[in-house]
């Protein structure tokens, strides 16, 4: 079992920036694709920003440009650099990690959630 711990939320003025910080129990880098998505009140969780085993990326089109997901895997760590902030930025953020399909039914993992405010 994997467990993942976000970190690095919080209260942020509009331009402003913040990292969340993942962190794996575990080197899972290698079997498992990872990602930040989010959800704001009354809205659905959507996905934010992914990275896959082999370092591909990919971003919502309305953080392109802005945000930057990246990891270190000797950390067992996956970071969001969040540039730029702004207020319909403002939802909890939650750390995925998702099974490659070699792995067939293993499960996806979730982590708890950190809070990110853009307000003036």
């Known amino acids: 079992q994997v467990q993942l711990v976000e970190s690095g939320g919080g209260l942020v003025q509009p331009g402003g920036s913040l990292r969340l910080s993942c962190a794996a129990s575990k080197s899972i880098f290698s079997i498992y694709n990872m990602g930040w998505y989010r959800q704001a009140p009354g809205k659905q969780r959507e996905l934010v920003a992914a990275?896959?085993?082999?370092?591909?990326?990919n971003y919502a089109d309305s953080v392109k440009g802005r945000f930057t997901i990246s990891r270190d895997n000797a950390e067992n760590t996956v970071y969001l650099q969040m540039n730029s902030l702004k207020p319909e930025d403002t939802a909890v953020y939650y750390c995925?990690?998702?099974?490659?399909?070699?792995?067939?039914?293993?499960?996806?993992?979730w982590g708890q959630g950190t809070q990110v405010t853009v307000s003036s």
């Open positions: 995925n990690a998702d099974p490659i399909r070699e792995l067939g039914l293993a499960p996806t993992y």
């Open positions: 990275i896959t085993r082999g370092g591909s990326t």
